[in-house]
């Protein structure tokens, strides 16, 4: 299987809802006995609850662009020091999903423990890509020239003449 084989292949599980898979880590040794070779997280399309603490956990970093203009070295480790814990967290919400009995914090621990930064950075991507922040967007587009609760702007003009 080639790579836009497999890419196309996990865009259909993303579109029937069962989510993508993605490597997460090396399962233990008791694990290997019994045939389990590593764990996989899966990640779903958010629901809208979901997707309103995501996004309250991403505001709450208080990202700019500026942080990233001539990054170095050190202030690229700096920038890791001060928000993976944030992107960690943001990560663990989309895992559990309706899983919500699960602590988000117990989960960004494990995932901050066990994952490469490439299994990060695949996780992410695929969060990305699924979590229904251009839907969400292009329906409140649509609903911005419906706006039934600002007043009349007849009414308004007449008032002040």
Not at 84 to 92: E, K, Q, T
Not at 125 to 140: E, H, K, L, P, Y
Request: hydrophobic share 45%; with cysteine.
């Amino acid at each position: 299987m080639d790579k836009q084989q497999s890419t196309q292949l996990r865009a259909a599980d993303t579109l029937l809802e069962r989510g993508v898979r993605v490597p997460c880590a090396p399962a233990p040794f008791v694990f290997r006995l019994f045939g389990r070779r590593s764990f996989h997280i899966t990640l779903r399309q958010p629901t809208l609850a979901g997707l309103f603490r995501i996004s309250r956990l991403i505001v709450e970093m208080g990202l700019s662009v500026e942080e990233f203009d001539r990054l170095s070295l050190a202030r690229a480790y700096a920038i890791t020091a001060r928000h993976a814990g944030g992107a960690l967290d943001v990560l663990a919400e989309a895992v559990r999903g309706r899983r919500r009995w699960i602590p988000r914090r117990w989960l960004a621990r494990w995932l901050g423990r066990h994952l490469t930064p490439t299994a990060f950075a695949e996780a992410w991507m695929v969060f990305v890509r699924i979590n229904g922040v251009a839907d969400f967007m292009t329906s409140i587009r649509l609903m911005l020239p419906v706006n039934n609760l600002s007043p009349k702007e007849r009414g308004s003009q007449q008032a002040d003449a």
